[in-house]
């Protein structure tokens, strides 16, 4: 298995963890107790995880554009291996969990079924910096293979997929 199919195995897998944990009938906003046992990098309680303030579809969208810029950034900056987890695999977590966060407090506010990609997707996508746009591609598989931008587009509508299940194919 390369590791572009290793970075691909890690997004499904979180796919699956955002997609169960956003089709909760009531998904309550964390809480330190709520949160016990589960892994930040499964959704659970972290410090550093920003609670969303907006109160659109396009506003939940730039918040998520900005928090996964300013993440993804860092990332790239950051070490190759942390923590034994590749570049890669640290990318999608960001992707997933913010998606995850995004989708919670969605629901939270009444908008979850409203939201959709076509709407969510282009502002979040606006928020994104030059220096994101220009560093993921060689990130994005651990720049082995360097990423498509097609690739890079089809990663983030995969992720933000969590908001809109019934525009995925």
């Not at 220096?131 to 994005?140: Q, R, S």
Request: net charge negative.
């Amino acid at each position: 298995m390369d590791r572009r199919t290793s970075s691909l195995g890690t997004v499904v897998l979180g796919l699956v963890v955002a997609l169960l944990a956003s089709s909760c009938t009531s998904v309550p906003s964390p809480s330190a107790s709520s949160c016990d046992g589960v892994t930040a990098e499964a959704g659970g309680c972290n410090l550093s995880q920003t609670d969303f303030a907006g109160t659109t579809c396009a506003g939940v969208a730039a918040e998520w554009g900005k928090l996964v810029d300013r993440r993804l950034i860092a990332v790239i900056e950051g070490p190759a291996v942390e923590a034994g987890r590749q570049r890669s695999a640290r990318i999608s977590d960001v992707l997933v969990v913010a998606s995850v966060r995004a989708s919670q407090h969605l629901q939270d506010i009444g908008l979850l079924d409203s939201c959709d990609l076509p709407e969510f997707l282009p502002v979040a996508k606006a928020q994104f910096s030059q220096e994101l746009e220009t560093k993921i591609l060689g990130a994005l598989y651990d720049g082995d293979p360097v990423a498509t931008a097609a690739q890079w587009d089809a990663a983030v509508a995969q992720a933000v997929g969590t908001i809109d299940t019934s525009d995925q194919p």
